[in-house]
């Protein structure tokens, strides 16, 4: 789901910039030295996910992921999407370099929103269904707020681009669903084999020992 | 406490694997690019044909084609492709046109024909063709030089010396047999370019464990 070159209007790429600019400064403060090869694992992850086309029914289809990279990495999504997109644009011309800015704050933005919903997880009682659930919850909305923030770039951009709005909202709909299946079994299996790997699912104590929360 | 080390290990295994589990799905999906659009559109007479199609050589249907002057930047005309991905119009005026297909929802591609590639609809010059890259000589430029002959659509041939007759109908002739000949090999160029190789796919995770070393190396320094 990447907007290609040429349709936005310069405006909104520019917001774009201005956006991925702000996020990129607010979620890479403070970062940990732990933190940097996990965040390259994941941002690989994601690289490769979205090069993978699964034929589907008349069209193709390919995973976005950006809820596994929230739900993993938690605000360290933003910087790992940011540059997956550089990368995608530099190397096969995904989108392109211009929409660098929108790209990043639709992808990114959905990875951020489906953190948000996974940390709600703790304010339930943990059963062997809730990383389900909410990594899946998680992953639709944020596959759902990246087409939302994507029709608003539409609308944004001029009066002819709302009904291409819509259709890119419909559109989202499918993936919505499948990413909600797929990051649900992703994030019940890595609570079961790896919990560490999932943002916040293990708390470390001051003496360094992990304890399931 | 998790001894560094073997916490280090770990990670490069949990890197192993993941690298390894990406890599692997790749191989099966031996048609795995990029699904950008890609056009063809090249003069004939006086029609010019688009074809539209993506990069992994489907068909794009049901496209919308609009054709701009690129001077003045005003709408000429707009259509859509059929079942084939194809799409023809009959040049509106000599200018710049510039081309742009819109397959769907941000897969869009423009390609301009320098008005110098049309045929003169005062008929003094022959249709070239015009190809996707600009750079590409014209096919049959020792044809362009001297040759006056008038716009083949409007038919008029009355008026005219058999010679320059035959040299036009000659001219239509080699250009369409070079046509069939080159635009297998154009298409592939093309598909070609586009097509994502599974050396970037590596070339692109190498990139970010690049970035890893050196944010790491940079962090250690810090921490000293």
């Not at chain 2, 990670?11 to 031996?30: C, H, K, R, Y």
């Not at chain 2, 259509?79 to 009959?90: E, I, Q, V």
């Not at chain 2, 010396?161 to 000949?181: A, H, P, R, T, Y």
Request: hydrophobic residues 45%.
């Amino acid at each position: 789901m990447h907007i290609s070159e040429g349709i936005l209007s310069a405006p909104v790429l520019t917001a774009g910039f201005v956006g991925t600019a702000a996020l990129a400064a607010i979620t890479l403060r403070k970062m940990d030295m732990e933190e940097i090869p996990k965040i390259s694992v994941i941002t690989a992850a994601f690289f490769v996910a979205s090069l993978i086309h699964i034929p589907f029914g008349f069209t193709s289809i390919h995973l976005i992921l950006n809820g596994l990279v929230g739900i993993t990495l938690g605000i360290r999504a933003f910087p790992a999407i940011m540059l997956a997109i550089i990368l995608q644009a530099i190397l096969f011309g995904h989108g392109g370099v211009t929409v660098i800015g929108i790209n990043s704050v639709m992808l990114g933005g959905g990875g951020l929103v489906a953190y948000f919903i996974w940390r709600l997880r703790h304010r339930f009682p943990s059963t062997p269904r809730r990383e389900t659930i909410f990594g899946g919850i998680a992953a639709a909305v944020s596959v759902i707020s990246s087409g939302l923030i994507l029709a608003l770039a539409l609308v944004t951009t001029g009066e002819e681009f709302v009904a291409t709005a819509g259709y890119a909202l419909l559109a989202h709909v499918p993936v919505m669903v499948i990413e909600g299946i797929v990051v649900g079994v992703c994030a019940a299996f890595l609570a079961k084999v790896k919990p560490e790997i999932l943002a916040g699912q293990v708390q470390k104590t001051p003496m360094g020992h992990h304890h399931a929360t | 406490m998790i001894n560094p080390v073997r916490k280090h290990i770990r990670l490069s295994f949990i890197t192993f694997l993941l690298l390894f589990f990406a890599v692997s799905f790749l191989i099966p999906q031996e048609y795995s690019y990029a699904h950008k659009v890609q056009m063809f559109a090249h003069v004939e007479g006086s029609k010019v044909f688009v074809e539209g199609y993506f990069a992994d050589g489907k068909k794009a249907k049901n496209s919308e084609v609009t054709v701009f002057d690129n001077k003045s930047g005003e709408r000429l005309l707009g259509g859509k492709t059929d079942d084939m991905g194809k799409f023809s119009f009959n040049i509106p005026k000599k200018t710049d046109l510039r081309i742009s297909l819109n397959a769907s929802l941000g897969h869009k591609t423009e390609q301009v024909l320098p008005g110098s590639e049309l045929p003169d609809a005062g008929g003094s010059n022959m249709p070239l063709r015009g190809t996707k890259e600009d750079e590409n000589p014209p096919i049959s430029p020792f044809f362009k030089g001297g040759l006056k002959s008038p716009p083949l659509e409007k038919g008029g041939k009355g008026g005219f010396s058999f010679s320059q007759i035959e040299q036009v109908e000659l001219q239509v002739m080699i250009e369409k047999g070079i046509e069939k000949g080159i635009s297998p090999l154009l298409r592939g160029f093309s598909e070609c370019k586009e097509r994502v190789y599974y050396s970037e796919i590596i070339g692109g995770i190498g990139y970010i464990f690049g970035i890893m070393g050196i944010a790491l190396y940079f962090k250690a320094r810090k921490n000293q």
